[in-house]
């Protein structure tokens, strides 16, 4: 293993989506040193997956924009990207943290012409996309991808594909050679911002994500409407490419719930109130969203924006937890069955296409996480004395909107600030 980068007056960011960013940022505009983890081959998390983002439906590379010029101009970060943290030993003002670097096979020199990925033919699940599609094995996580530089899936190395990248590449940029590499990277104050994943859909056996096509997660419907995305915008359904204009939103799908996760995701209700306005962006008057909900929760100013969404005719709202779902084989419509608790009525309603608001699980290694932490029994990581100077960051923290957890991630940085002023001798 190299000798260990950086110094204990620097601060180490683990996760750069919109928390980690923030966190990296701010602290680096106070004059700090930061080394920015991301453990994809680029940054931007799950934010930059997003179709539009509440309140004001903007496309997220509004918001990353501004993130990635800051992130540009700034020369107190150092952003390493395809890294993950294995270890952290040491106390508050001297920690060192152990780093496993994955070859990207492409350097610097690479001007994303794209040239290598025309050449492969290997290809491989869309992980960007929910694996809806495939990419090559030569590829850019997205278009708005930072660093906007290829990567060579480690599946092809060693096959004809690779060699024929590498030929098709008029930059020098390709070096089959790359090697995984270990760093040791000494910090004084950690901030873990490495956020959340869509709960596994297959578990909720009763809604039949792994048997009914028709059946998505928010997550996949996201992408579906991105114009970049599996379906090139368009608001189809997955089985038989047929326009999808009455769409069911089940909420709580997989949270509030003993046999899956506890807590509240509380993203998801909002989340299928914006995800309203993309059918009726498609279909107009023709547009039929319904949402089956326990009780909406919508937090603050979003309010405004829920009651919007009800003022609108093609949205209909039914108090009831679906039962189950099962799916008509001539039409390949999912059926809803439940009953619904203001009228007590059974139903079984047909839907062209039902997305599940599926809940927001916590990235943070239960087990294994690389040094002592508090971590609570939804899977966060707690605010606790006990932690150090380990900090937690937006939604390593709790279920947050990337407002919060901007103003989250900026309190982490400040906390981490301090110790470093401590180390420095600049408090006092
Ligand atoms: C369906 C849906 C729609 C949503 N729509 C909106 C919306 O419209 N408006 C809104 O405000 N919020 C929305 N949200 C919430 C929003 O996605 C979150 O607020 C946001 O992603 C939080 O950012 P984060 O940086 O904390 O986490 P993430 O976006 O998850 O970023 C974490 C980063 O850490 C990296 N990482 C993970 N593990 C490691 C590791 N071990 N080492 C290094 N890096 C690691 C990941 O690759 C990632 O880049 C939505 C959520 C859902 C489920
Ligand atoms: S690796 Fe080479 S061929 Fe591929 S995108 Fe980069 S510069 Fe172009
Ligand atoms: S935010 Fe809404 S859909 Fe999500 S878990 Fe909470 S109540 Fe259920």
């Known amino acids: 293993m190299a000798d260990a980068i950086a110094t204990n007056e620097t601060i180490l960011v683990v996760g750069a989506g919109i928390s ?59 952003l390493i990207t395809l890294a993950d943290v294995t270890r952290i030993s040491g106390e508050p003002g001297d920690y060192t943290a152990e780093v496993s670097i994955s070859p990207r096979y492409v350097n610097e020199n ?3 012409c794209g040239e290598c990925k025309q050449v492969v033919e290997a290809e491989f699940d869309n992980e960007f996309n929910y694996n809806l599609n495939k990419r090559k094995g030569a590829y850019l996580t997205s278009n708005m991808a930072f660093p906007q530089r ?22 020098d940029a ?8 270990t760093l040791k990277i000494k910090a004084g104050a950690v901030i873990w911002a490495t956020g959340w994943r869509p709960y596994d859909a297959a578990k909720i056996q009763p ?19 991105d114009p970049f995305g599996p379906t090139g915008g368009k608001l189809v359904r997955p089985s038989d490419g047929k326009e999808a204009k009455d769409v069911a939103f089940i909420q709580c799908a997989g949270s509030r719930d003993r046999n899956h996760l506890t807590h509240c995701s509380r993203i998801c ?12 962006e498609h279909y107009g008057d023709e547009a039929k969203s319904s949402i089956y909900y326990i009780d909406i929760r919508a937090i603050d100013r979003l309010e405004d924006f829920y009651q919007k969404v009800k003022n609108d005719s093609t949205t209909h709202f039914i108090k009831s ?15 809803l069955h439940g009953v619904d608790t203001e009228g007590y009525h059974r139903y079984s309603n047909p839907h062209d296409l039902v997305v599940l608001a ?19 029994d939804s899977g966060f990581i707690e605010a606790d004395e006990s932690n150090g100077a380990i900090f937690a960051a937006g939604c390593a923290s709790d279920a947050l909107d990337v407002n919060r957890a901007v103003q989250n991630a900026t309190a982490s940085a400040l906390r981490a600030i301090q110790v470093i002023n401590r180390v420095s001798g600049m408090e006092g």
Do not use: H
């Open 110 to 112: 690479c001007t994303a």
């Open 20 to 78: 980690g960013m923030t966190a990296a940022l701010e602290a680096a505009e106070c004059g700090k040193q930061v080394v920015l983890l991301e453990k994809s081959p680029s940054v931007g998390g799950r934010v930059s997956q997003l179709y539009r983002y509440f309140p004001k439906l903007c496309y997220p590379i509004c918001g990353l924009e501004i993130n990635l010029r800051r992130l540009k101009a700034n020369k107190n970060v150092r």
């Open 358 to 376: 599926i809940g927001m699980e916590p990235s943070v290694p239960r087990d294994g996480f690389p040094i002592e932490v508090k971590i609570n």
């Open 150 to 171: 290829y990567v060579l899936d480690p599946r092809i190395i060693g096959t004809t594909d690779a060699d024929k990248a590498k030929q098709a590449c008029k930059y």
């Open 207 to 225: 809604y039949g994500y792994d048997r009914i096509q028709n059946v998505i997660t928010s997550v996949e419907f996201e992408r579906m409407l």
């Open 321 to 335: 937890k679906v039962a189950s779902i099962t799916e008509d084989k001539e039409t390949g419509n999912p059926i």
């Open 269 to 280: 209700c909002m989340a299928s109130l914006k995800q309203t306005t993309y059918v009726r």
């Open 174 to 181: 390709i070096d089959l050679d790359m090697q995984a590499q």
